[in-house]
């Protein structure tokens, strides 16, 4: 099982970044999505999660009314539409799959699977 982040980069304070995860060696088309990120000497914290059918999702209250998770498509991906950037944004942004086909919540440790990660870096 292998997920994979991409879109990640360098954008300025008050602009835009599209994350996708795709996964590889399975599908994730049953499974819950949470997109996480960890900024250095920081734990990893919650960003947003949304479940298999893309109709419930959860944000950080750090990031409601600026970021947007959803699914489906062509590529099959689960996207992180990240909007009004700041510099407290900057982190290593991760997808997770569940096992379960909703969100198991906030703590990381609920889910199974993990991809490597996209940086993200907002400049001021």
């Known amino acids: 099982v292998q997920l994979q982040a991409s879109g990640g980069g360098l954008v300025q304070a008050g602009g835009s970044l599209r994350l996708s995860c795709a996964a590889s060696r399975f599908t994730f088309s049953n499974n819950a999505v949470g997109w996480f990120r960890q900024a250095p000497g920081k734990e990893r914290e919650f960003v947003a999660s949304i479940d298999w059918r893309g109709q419930s999702t959860s944000y950080a209250d750090s990031v409601k009314g600026r970021f947007t998770v959803s699914r489906g498509g062509p590529k099959s991906t689960v996207d992180l539409q990240m909007n009004s950037l700041s510099p407290d944004d900057t982190a290593r942004y991760y997808c997770?799959?569940?096992?379960?086909?909703?969100?198991?919540?906030?703590?990381?440790?609920?889910?199974?699977?993990w991809g490597q990660g996209t940086q993200v870096t907002v400049s001021s």
């Open positions: 997770a799959a569940s096992i379960r086909s909703y969100s198991p919540g906030s703590d990381a440790r609920n889910w199974r699977y």
